[in-house]
């Protein structure tokens, strides 16, 4: 089949048309790379529509052709376009002016603007026809898009809300946990307060009072005394003889209270409630060990009538000890 075009009045032969499979057998061009090349500049290939087929004119071999050497040369699909889209508007623009040049020279000027205008127009009808074709071929997609970028927004939105209720939750627990650490720090000074206030209620265990009693000499000796059956003197017996003298007469009064890295601080109060006659004594006893590494209660320090005692009247008292002692076993 023939057929003639004219651009601007400039008549353009056209030849028969073909089938997809001749274009690609003129052009040299697998027939699968063919079709997808005039799928994809369907604009520029001029088809014709017989029934249901397409076929194509002579020249169409020629712009496949091309094409195929554009994709060699490393050109991206866009770039293809742009090339193409150019290479008509110059055919145009050409064709309008060498026709307007046989006719005359004010016509041809005139025939210059109008292959300007016409290439314009050609250019943006193809990139409108381009587009619309894309838009074709995914319906409804840009209103899914537009669908899919407000839900988009709206999950931001609330991730925001969630993750600001999340941060003041966080500061919440925060503070809970800050006070809940005071509370703990309060109520751990109270208990603690509270076990000394008891342990001076009860006083030493009775592990510490029947250790033997000490003193240590000006040596660093620790001195005691004990009986023949080898009995010490212990802290309970040194108690003993302090309430025989006077507890059980109301004369004297014992309270004790923890001392310092782990000792005891014995009170004695004569005569309490007689301020004419009241006198204050304190005796501090700490729990230590022997160089033979015998347990022993050693007297560290004895305060008495305002003063503290010096080491030979330890010497003294536990003279006095180890009579009583004797006196007790001689019973």
């Known amino acids: 089949m023939a057929g003639n075009r004219s651009y601007c009045g400039v008549a353009v032969e056209r030849e028969a048309v073909y089938g997809i499979a001749e274009l690609a057998e003129e052009a040299g061009v697998p027939e699968n790379t063919a079709r997808r090349y005039v799928r994809l500049f369907d604009e520029f290939f001029g088809a014709r529509q017989f029934g249901r087929t397409r076929r194509y004119p002579r020249e169409a071999a020629a712009l496949l052709a091309q094409i195929a050497g554009f994709y060699r040369q490393g050109l991206g699909t866009e770039e293809v376009f742009a090339r193409l889209h150019g290479e008509v508007g110059r055919h145009l623009e050409g064709a309008v002016v060498a026709a307007g040049r046989e006719i005359g020279p004010s016509l041809a000027e005139r025939c210059e603007v109008l292959a300007r205008d016409q290439a314009l127009v050609r250019s943006t ?100 005394v004990s009986d023949k059956a080898r009995k010490h003197f212990s802290l309970k017996d040194f108690l003993g003889l302090i309430e025989a003298r006077g507890v059980s007469e109301r004369s004297l009064s014992l309270s004790w209270k923890r001392g310092a890295k782990g000792g005891w601080q014995l009170g004695l109060r004569e005569y309490p409630g007689q301020p004419e006659r009241e006198r204050r004594h304190v005796i501090e006893l700490k729990a230590r060990r022997t160089p033979k590494g015998n347990q022993v209660a050693c007297l560290e320090r004895l305060h008495f009538g305002g003063q503290d005692m010096p080491v030979f009247f330890f010497y003294e008292l536990f003279k006095q000890f180890g009579k009583g002692l004797a006196g007790e076993g001689g019973r």
């Open 125 to 224: 009808v193809a990139i409108l026809w381009r587009e619309y074709k894309r838009w074709r071929a995914v319906p409804g997609g840009y209103e899914a898009l537009g669908a899919g970028l407000e839900e988009v927004r709206r999950e931001l939105a609330e991730a925001r809300v969630a993750q600001a209720g999340a941060e003041e939750r966080l500061g919440e627990l925060a503070a809970e946990v800050q006070a809940l650490r005071r509370e703990k720090a309060e109520l751990e000074l109270r208990f603690e307060r509270r076990l000394d206030e008891l342990a001076d209620v009860v006083g030493p265990s009775d592990e510490l009072l029947s250790l033997p009693l000490v003193f240590k000499s000006e040596k660093g000796e620790f001195l005691g």
